[in-house]
């Protein structure tokens, strides 16, 4: 046994070389495929203080870094149709100078509140509609669902990062409630994706 090892040394040491060596590639991916996910950004959409058009809709930064929320593009589908605009600055308040933006920093681990479900919906249906002041009951009567799309800007990052999920309304004892249509949050991860996040910003401004 020791006669034949110390015979054949050389190439049980390159074989043993070899060995470490796809070790430490392996290691290599490990540790790489790890700090990407770190890195990445992590957006989460919930519902929040109910169940009904009256609930609070949440943003969290899960991610490893500080955001910057540029930019939040709203759909509404009804019966009738479907529609999308930015509902980044919203009216809410006791008067139309009660004017405040989404827009703005998000720290790592925290969340937001941007506002009712039903303060989100009703700007896209008055742009749909042509309509100036409160959407009318029957309109809000046919909804069927309603979508939230995040665009943030991360880190040091030159593609801006998003997340969208989408919201069934279902009926219950004469009321409408909101429903995840998915558990979690859809992250916009694709290159191709996050590019085309800019012209959603641009259409914002």
């Given at each position: ?7 054949n040394?050389?190439?049980i ?5 070899i ?6 590639i ?53 019966t ?91 009926r ?7 429903r ?26």
């Amino acid at each position: 046994m020791w006669n034949w090892i110390a015979s054949n040394h050389q190439v049980i040491s390159a074989l043993a070389n070899i060995v470490m060596l796809f070790v430490w590639i392996a290691y290599l991916q490990v540790f790489v495929s790890s700090y990407r996910r770190q890195k990445r950004s992590n957006i989460l959409i919930n519902r929040g203080a109910g169940s009904g058009l009256e609930a609070r809709c949440l943003i969290s930064n899960m991610s490893a870094e500080a955001i910057y929320i540029d930019s939040l593009i709203a759909t509404v589908e009804t019966t009738e149709g479907r529609w999308s605009c930015p509902v980044t600055e919203l009216l809410e308040g006791r008067s139309d100078l009660d004017l405040k933006t989404r827009q703005g920093p998000l720290q790592a681990g925290q969340f937001v509140d941007i506002g009712s479900f039903q303060s989100l919906i009703e700007p896209v249906l008055q742009t749909a509609m042509g309509l100036r002041g409160a959407v009318a009951s029957d309109a809000l009567e046919n909804l069927v669902a309603f979508e939230i799309k995040v665009i943030a800007v991360h880190g040091s990052e030159d593609l801006l990062a998003g997340a969208i999920r989408r919201f069934d309304v279902i009926r219950r004892q004469n009321r409408q409630l909101l429903r995840g249509h998915a558990v979690g949050t859809q992250q916009i991860r694709s290159r191709r994706e996050r590019g085309r996040l800019h012209n959603d910003v641009e259409a914002d401004l």
